[in-house]
């Protein structure tokens, strides 16, 4: 059998990175020219041939499966990782972490880090701005990347996520069918696809209800508890009076839960609330939050079920793979006050 | 220069792992004699000699280190981790996480595949059980330990935690003195030295105080948000009708006071309540959490620096240090109703 060529021989041999390596033969103009020509001239001389099929099908492997998301210490990631983690143990496969806390710098220092050690896949949801190649620099170099609950543009790698649109949509619909017709959206930001979806999937549910959509009841950028404590001030003193808020996820909800209650009304009756993800503590939430299953165990199973499959030299799973959200209501919504 | 033997060249040579190596080679019992003899003579063969203070002087460095805890999505393990992550970050090192979930079995698999990946050092926070020899397997292999939180007798490396027993009694005296005597302790397990030692902390500073010490009114276990919901019910059924709760962590008292106020009472009036750690939702819960502040970034940020100081030679952190926890009285302990 030949040997193959990797990308990591040619950026040893010139003292480069095995990114800058990846990079440069695909052209792009992140590398300088004179760079980029030596690097291939190198390639050359190496006998490098790119064959991205030839290479998905591994001789051995580390046993080594990286995973890196903005913050593992969020409880939403948290659930998707404890759901990978027991799928991986049960194959026998150790289970490396890393946060990127949405720098694409640290995210790439992790693939980087991840093929020096030989692992054999890498579970990521891509941080903020993630080129398309930083996700190919893994897949070049017979390491397979799945994409969890944020989506990257124009990749044929398996994507799993929840269905953003439709699940924000349930709960603004829900607020609806309960008479609210001034709703907030707190929280999110239109740097993530999730963000975006969910702001997109309000609007939609209430153009299709006839409510005018008015900008100035959206307060983005909350994405913690602490934020939503915090926003809980702007959303009270919204001329509009909003009667109930659409929250980007479980932490904002209860978060803004809290700083209602901090300002003497009561979370539930004078105002609704809904979250998004239904994290193990939305149940347990004073009051229980009112909320949409976005299905983490289900995403974390997947990728992980997807990735093992890949390494068995299984390419079904490529694309996108929608999970189709659900409606938990609780105590956190009430009928509006006549 | 002369090759140093390593633990793993003797594994690999005779098709074992690296930890019943390291256990023969101490004449634990857990290895079977004929095992023993037969990885002793190898080891003489190939002229191993065990010397940790040679061991300990490294002249090549993957980069990488390895840190194992309980369970990282735990807040009170993840503020510790972002301290160390931010220090090791500022230093360039890699840094990959496990949990062990209290498997004694999983952390010694991480430790060993750490070993395999040439990793610069592991800190840990020990699984309940974890045997001595396991820590001094990676020390054998020139991969220096940190504890972290919890306590493993007769070590000689360094070991960064709260003073536990003085923290909790900052907390119930801080009761006692606004006149509470009937005063529940809730969650936490003897099996590790953070339970066993708040359990004592609570009783010395009741004694103290001259108030006499009732078994029934610890509930342990608990050590989730869950647990703690869960045991509002046992709580406020005891007989003796407890007026106040020491938690044995800001989780536990959290979902307590949500318990609490689920069956109709309000926590911070009706039910004085106290956590352990000043997680950052402390200060925002409803009603915000009176608790004992217990360092988690100092120790986080000090087990760090440790280790990086071990890389660079120096032992001076080894042993004990213990990290002095403070008092924050917040909303939910208030004087003892007439």
Same mark, same amino acid.
């Not at 300088?32 to 099929?53: F, S």
């Not at 239109?190 to 153009?207: I, K, N, P, W």
């Given at each position: 059998?030949?040997?193959?060529?990797?990308?990591?021989?040619?950026?040893?041999?010139?003292?480069?990175?095995?990114? *800058?390596?990846?990079?440069?033969? $695909?052209?792009?103009?992140?590398?300088?020219?004179?760079?980029?020509? %030596?690097?291939? !001239?190198?390639?050359?001389?190496?006998?490098?041939?790119?064959?991205?099929?030839?290479?998905?099908?591994? *001789?051995? %492997?580390?046993?080594?499966?990286?995973?890196?998301?903005? &913050?593992?210490?969020?409880?939403?990631?948290?659930?998707?990782?404890?759901?990978?983690?027991?799928?991986? &143990? $049960?194959? /026998?496969?150790?289970?490396?972490?890393?946060?990127?806390? &949405?720098?694409?710098?640290?995210? /790439?220092?992790?693939?980087?880090?991840?093929?020096?050690?030989?692992?054999?896949?890498?579970?990521?949801?891509?941080?903020?701005?993630?080129?398309?190649?930083?996700?190919?620099?893994?897949?070049?170099?017979?390491?397979?990347?799945?994409?969890?609950? %944020?989506?990257?543009?124009?990749?044929?790698?398996?994507?799993? $996520?929840? &269905?953003?649109?439709?699940?924000?949509?349930?709960?603004?619909?829900?607020?609806?069918?309960?008479?609210?017709?001034?709703?907030?959206?707190?929280?999110?930001?239109?740097?993530?696809? *999730?963000?975006?979806?969910?702001?997109?999937?309000?609007?939609?549910?209430?153009?299709?209800?006839?409510?005018?959509?008015?900008?100035?009841? %959206?307060?983005?950028?909350? /994405?913690?508890?602490?934020?939503?404590?915090?926003?809980?001030?702007?959303?009270?003193?919204?001329?509009?009076?909003?009667?109930?808020?659409?929250?980007?996820?479980?932490?904002?909800?209860?978060?803004?839960?809290?700083?209602?209650?901090?300002?003497?009304?009561?979370?539930?009756?004078?105002?609704?609330?809904?979250?998004?993800?239904?994290?193990? !503590?939305?149940?347990?939430?004073?009051?229980?939050?009112? *909320?949409?299953?976005?299905?983490?165990?289900?995403?974390?199973?997947?990728?992980?079920?997807?990735?093992?499959?890949?390494?068995?030299?299984?390419?079904?799973?490529?694309?996108?793979?929608?999970?189709?959200?659900?409606?938990?209501?609780?105590?956190?919504?009430?009928?509006?006050?006549?």
């Amino acid at each position: 059998m030949v040997q193959k060529v990797k990308l990591s021989t040619i950026a040893d041999s010139l003292g480069l990175s095995t990114a *800058t390596v990846s990079l440069a033969l $695909r052209d792009s103009p992140l590398v300088a020219d004179a760079t980029r020509d %030596r690097i291939k !001239e190198q390639a050359r001389a190496l006998g490098y041939i790119y064959n991205r099929r030839a290479a998905s099908l591994r *001789t051995s %492997r580390s046993g080594i499966i990286g995973v890196v998301v903005h &913050d593992i210490m969020n409880p939403f990631y948290a659930e998707i990782l404890r759901a990978i983690e027991s799928e991986l &143990d $049960r194959n /026998r496969q150790t289970f490396i972490l890393s946060n990127h806390y &949405d720098s694409v710098e640290k995210q /790439r220092n992790f693939i980087e880090t991840l093929l020096q050690l030989g692992g054999d896949g890498v579970i990521m949801s891509p941080a903020i701005g993630t080129p398309k190649d930083d996700i190919l620099l893994a897949e070049d170099n017979n390491m397979p990347a799945i994409l969890i609950a %944020r989506t990257v543009d124009d990749l044929d790698v398996p994507i799993f $996520r929840g &269905d953003d649109a439709y699940g924000i949509a349930l709960a603004t619909n829900h607020l609806i069918g309960l008479g609210h017709r001034v709703i907030a959206m707190v929280g999110g930001t239109d740097q993530t696809s *999730t963000g975006r979806h969910r702001y997109e999937g309000y609007v939609a549910a209430l153009e299709k209800a006839n409510i005018k959509v008015d900008s100035n009841l %959206r307060i983005p950028g909350p /994405r913690t508890k602490q934020a939503g404590f915090e926003a809980a001030v702007n959303f009270l003193s919204l001329p509009q009076k909003p009667t109930a808020a659409v929250c980007w996820n479980d932490l904002v909800a209860i978060g803004l839960m809290n700083g209602i209650a901090r300002a003497g009304l009561i979370p539930g009756k004078d105002v609704s609330v809904t979250g998004y993800d239904d994290l193990e !503590e939305a149940s347990i939430a004073t009051p229980s939050l009112t *909320t949409v299953w976005n299905g983490q165990s289900e995403v974390g199973r997947m990728a992980a079920r997807a990735l093992l499959d890949k390494l068995n030299g299984s390419s079904e799973a490529d694309g996108l793979h929608l999970i189709r959200p659900e409606m938990r209501i609780r105590q956190s919504t009430t009928p509006l006050k006549p």
